[in-house]
């Protein structure tokens, strides 16, 4: 299966814990998506909390040199259960720098 307009991956992963993987037909998650709305504001919620993060990415990796990036991929790491906290600080002081210019 692949996302619309997406062919299909090629790419795989390997599990370091035991996993579980729920496939989810499409008929399927649209019918839960209108009719469970604790669900649907969960699942919204994350898929626009995703994309603020890939933005963030495509952001640094335009704007920021090498060791910026690095810098912000430890920081992500190291901080990955509070991690809004540290990404708040960082990005209101980057674009205070990048508005500067």
């Known amino acids: 299966m692949s996302a619309p307009g997406i062919g299909a991956c090629k790419a795989t992963a390997t599990a370091i814990a ?16 209108h009719e469970e709305h604790e669900f649907s ?22 704007f920021s040199s090498t060791e ?3 810098a912000r991929t430890l920081l992500l790491l190291a901080s990955y259960g509070a991690r809004k906290a540290v990404l708040d600080r960082y990005f209101r002081r980057y674009r205070k720098k990048c508005w500067r210019r």
């Not at 504001?41 to 626009?48: C, E, K, S, V």
């Open 18 to 33: 035991p996993t579980a993987i729920l496939v989810i037909d499409k008929n399927e998650m649209i019918r839960a998506l």
């Open 68 to 70: 910026k990036r690095l």
């Open 41 to 62: 504001d969960r699942f919204i919620a994350y898929m626009l909390a995703r994309n603020l993060r890939v933005e963030g990415d495509l952001i640094d990796q335009l």
